[in-house]
């Protein structure tokens, strides 16, 4: 498979450019590339020229009326890069001589590639272009709730990405450790119910601290997250996950709500709920969305067994997407029996973007 | 000024798609916008069409033979983006129907911004495309030795970038706290020497512990680093860059090689020696490169002034740069005073890529 590679540049200049004689100046150096131009027809919006060349290379030349230059360069990943990388340079030192330095920004970005075997582009929660150094997939499956992969990069280990989003990083123990407290609690002899938290890293640190009985509550397990960290983040979780149960352990495989509303019942309370579920959503409809309707549910009856002087730990969403917060701590302040919170922003090596802690008690 | 936006869509089929029945199905999308097909030769590689329509919109749809197709939409900032948004949808909807399914991948980029007042992409030292949430510039300058911008991030506050590269920000106490050591270090009654450091961070910190002297050397002040963190990265250095020279610290406005000569001619020597002057560099070539040379020449200087029981820390690059990594290393073992080393990776929050930082002492 030939994948498709996309330089980009662009020139921004201190007053409008003139079209025709910046244009009749580049052309030489496309006509010496041997790339043959159509010029088109914009209606008053600048010029506009698509220049077609060997090897099914493809340049696009923009002359913006208020002074904007703009190139795009198409190409396949096995062409002679050394040689488009000359067009380019030869173009932007001949615009720089045209414009007689009257130039505020050049950029040239780096190459967008598509059709690759990997995907290396995972836009951030709040929306943003993104290019992680993912070289290969490791694992990938569908499960009857989501798609999971496993993807490797140099930098971060083997990362899964749930549905598309970047989910947890083998360097990313600052995750595990913002959402049982930062090292500040001691869940030596404690009752603690992890909702979630497939990948294992909670549950591989907090066995460490001896708890009394650690409970967690993973929805599937054949090709399934459980599946996949087990053989592929074994930085996250170790061996954790090689046994449903241990010493001070049980991971049940079933979905959390029903057993979280018969702990209700039974009246049985943790001193930790570790909700690892999910980010808050999004939208900004909590009314009408039935991801908000899910978190309202699990956060009313993760607060019910809760012991009186328990704590419930959770992640909020990207810190840019102010929005959304603020209406997850509407939440919390509408849930039938009150809570204090208090959050905190943590930097998450894999997520590139600063994200949101939760932490609530019983008032 | 009117910014240009491009999105870009790109479908991965299973197998080489049919151009003529692909392109066909999808005019109709094309033409019901009011945009008017260009339909070029390509010498047989795929079929290529760009689309010119109202308020300066260009499409270009390319149906590569091995089964990859790609779109880019540029317009302009203040278009219609949910009619855009509708063309893409549309487009992907209809592509799924002609491909009966047979699709391995659907991505849809964000859109890139050219042209804007504010410029979002900086690129990791590793070359990755990266979009920051930048949203103004707070300060500009160049200065005899660099161009130096201040910009401000919503969630990284504000971020000091240096020749185009992120140098710090005010988010980015997990640099100070590595190159000082990690806190693992007692300061106090100790000689310091800071080898740049004009943002203030290090200095910050470390007069906190009570050292007996901290000598920082910055090469310049007015319309410099110092002159821009002092108004515009308080978060960074307090207060302490208000004024050059308080109880326990002094800082010199000069070139650090000639002073660091007059320290070894002198004997003097000093418990920590800091260089936070420059990443190492990127380039391959040490023997040929005057940056490598110059990185030599203050290396060797600086092991000189370190008292025989004393630290030197320093910052490397990015993780991912290997031979550049390895190279430095190289050079650690070929100095006139032979070290020992260690080296750690960490998670600077602004960086979006993980970053390595070295500590040397004399054998």
Known sequence: MR????????????????????????????????????????????????????????????????????????CYEEDNIAQLDNLLNALEKKL?????????????????VRGANVDRYWPTADGRLIEYDIDRVVYEED????????????????????????????????????????????????????????????????????????????ISFMGSVIDGCKMYMRKTCGNILDNLKGDCYQIFIEDCVPLLKKYVQEGRTFDYVINDLTAIPISTAPEEDSTWEFLRLILDLSIQVLHPSGKYFTQGNSANLTEALSLYEDQLEKLSCPVGFCKEVVCVPSYLEQWVFYTAWKK
């Open 143 to 218: 499960s009857a709730y989501q798609n999971i992969k496993i993807l490797h990069s140099q930098q971060y280990g083997n990362i899964l990405v749930l549905d598309g989003d970047v989910n947890l990083a083998e360097s990313d123990f600052a995750y595990t450790q913002a959402i049982t407290g930062n090292g500040k609690e001691n869940y030596a002899g404690k009752e603690v119910l992890i909702l979630g938290g497939g990948d294992g890293g909670i549950l591989a640190e907090l066995v460490k601290q001896k708890p009394k009985m650690i409970t967690m509550v993973e």
């Open 96 to 112: 720089k001589v045209l414009l007689n330095g009257n130039i505020t920004r050049i950029k040239k970005l780096p190459a967008i």
């Open 3 to 74: 994948s498709q590679l996309c330089f980009r540049c662009s020139i921004l200049c201190v007053f409008p450019v003139d079209s025709a004689s910046t244009v009749s100046g580049l052309m030489s150096i496309f006509h010496e590339q041997e790339l043959t131009e159509t010029v088109h027809d914009t209606n008053g919006h600048g010029y506009l020229a698509t220049f077609v060349g060997k090897n099914g290379r493809v340049a696009i030349l923009r002359v913006h009326s208020h002074g904007l230059v703009t190139i795009d360069l198409q």
